[in-house]
């Protein structure tokens, strides 16, 4: 299912950039964008973690490693 959507937000990303490449001005902004197009996609899903902390299923970038413990 997820490689479902994630494929649509990759196919909708295709279209957007075909019909209007100036909307990107670097590599960065198409990440970004495709970063939203998944959330979307997925209905901004999230898990909660044994601590009862929140967190997104999907990230634009994952973690250090002086950040993982």
Do not use: C, N
Not at 23 to 43: K, P
């Amino acid at each position: 299912m997820i490689l479902k959507q994630v494929k649509r937000a990759l196919v909708r990303l295709r279209q957007e950039f075909s019909q209007a490449p100036t909307l990107f001005f670097t590599e960065h902004d198409l990440a970004s964008r495709l970063y939203h197009l998944v959330q979307e996609e997925i209905d901004y899903a999230w898990v909660e973690a044994a601590d009862g902390t929140i967190h997104y299923l999907v990230h634009h970038e994952y973690p250090t490693p002086f950040r993982v413990t």
